[in-house]
């Protein structure tokens, strides 16, 4: 677990670290390139973060309100988690793949908001987006320049949806997201089954939710 949030904290920063001089007027989310809607999320993500008193002192309302408007509409939680879960996905019942998508998504919700509210001065630059029109899944590439040490690459996979485009994975020094929580998810449902797998993620949801948001993030 770990190192799934230092991943994410890492993803979470660039994810909300791109700097450009002004933000464009958005586009409708189902008529934006996939590379255009991640620009434009960081961008907006990053000038809230930074000008935003409260979020820099860790008001967890305030930050997990930001999460909540700018960045959860454009992940595909549900495929996130059907991922995750690999092959006990389609063992699971209706209600407990419900329960899963719900206390992951919180989980990842408590992640993204303990790493927006460190987003100091981290810059992102993407790279040429290598796909076809036609194209229904894409990668989108970047690199994030840290104020101190090397770029970090950070490549964000993206599906095409009724909605619009929507990330289901985040690659982070090579190592993607989804892969590390499928080994993690496997290994608590072979002890408790599916049912002790949304325990266990509700008992972690819960302590984190009686944290502030940087001392939640710090472990």
Known sequence: MKLIKQLMACATMAFASVSFAATAPSAPASNEAPDALVKR???EVLETAKTDKEIQAGNTKRVMDLVETKILPYVDFQRMTSLAAGRFWREASPE????????????????????LSQVKNETIEFKPLRADPTDSEVEVRSQVN???????????RVAKTPAGWKIYDINVLGAWLVETY????????????????????????KKLASKPIKAASAK
């Open 182 to 205: 499928k080994s993690t998810f496997a290994s608590e449902i072979s002890k408790g089954g599916i049912d002790g797998l949304i325990k266990t993620l509700s008992e972690k949801n």
């Open 146 to 156: 840290m104020t101190r040490g090397e770029p970090v690459p950070l490549n964000y």
């Open 96 to 115: 407990q793949q419900k329960q899963l998508s719900t206390e992951f998504r919180t989980l990842l919700i408590y992640t993204y908001s303990g790493a």
């Open 41 to 43: 999320i960081s961008t």
